[in-house]
Each structure stands twice: as C-alpha cells, then as structure tokens.
Nanobody
Framework: VQLVESGGGLVQPGGSLTLSCASS??????MNWVCQSPGKGLERVSG????????DYADSVKGRCTVSRDNAKNTVFLHLNSLKSEGTALYYC????????WGQGTQVTVSA
C-alpha cells in the first residue's frame, strides 16, 4: 500500500484547507490522519472506518475538522477549517488501526 498526501499549503488564520490521501493497493483499511507540529511529537487527529463510518476526532480539532473518504477514488480527505496558528504541522495519513502504512506527509502552515 502506498499513500500520497496532498493539499497542504500556506493559509491565513481562520482559513480552511482540504487535505487528500491517495492510496494505491487495497482501499479497505481504517485510515488515520496524524500531524506533527514543529518541535512536538505525533498527534493522531482523526480516523475513519473502511466504509466511511466510525469517524472520530482529537479534542484539539473537534468541530473544526471533517474526515471523509471516497473508496471509488481510493482517497481519504481531511477538511480543516477555522485554522489556528497551532495547526501548523506536517500532516500524514496512515493506514490501518495499527498504523502499518504511512504517506510522506503534506505541510500545512497557518500564518498571516
């Protein structure tokens, strides 16, 4: 399984972004989004079941983040809104509840 994230970039505080994670190989994995802010460890942001059900979010993003997937396109999405400066991070997608497969990450920078 290969995962490729995209959609990151520079966004102003209060803005929004939609990150994508394209998967090659089997699509029927539970998928996670994980972020790493500068100088900090990895934080699991969100997860979604293989059929799109069972979504969950970290308290730090709850209400400002929506995870979804399109299995026909082998893609998982993370829509971030009302971004704050602390949202600056490298965002990874990782497949399976045991985080077996990782993408290379996409950088999100929240700055005025």
């Amino acid at each position: 399984v290969q995962l490729v994230e995209s959609g990151g970039g520079l966004v102003q505080p209060g803005g929004s972004l939609t990150l994508s994670c394209a998967s090659s190989g089997s699509t029927f994995y539970y998928m996670n989004w994980v972020c790493q802010s500068p100088g900090k460890g990895l934080e699991r942001v969100s997860g979604i079941g293989s059929d799109g059900s069972g979504t969950d979010y970290a308290d730090s993003v709850k209400g400002r983040c929506t995870v979804s997937r399109d299995n026909a396109k082998n893609t998982v999405f993370l829509h971030l809104n009302s971004l704050k400066s602390e949202g600056t991070a490298l965002y990874y997608c990782a497949a399976a509840t045991t985080f077996d497969y990782w993408g290379q990450g996409t950088q999100v920078t929240v700055s005025a």
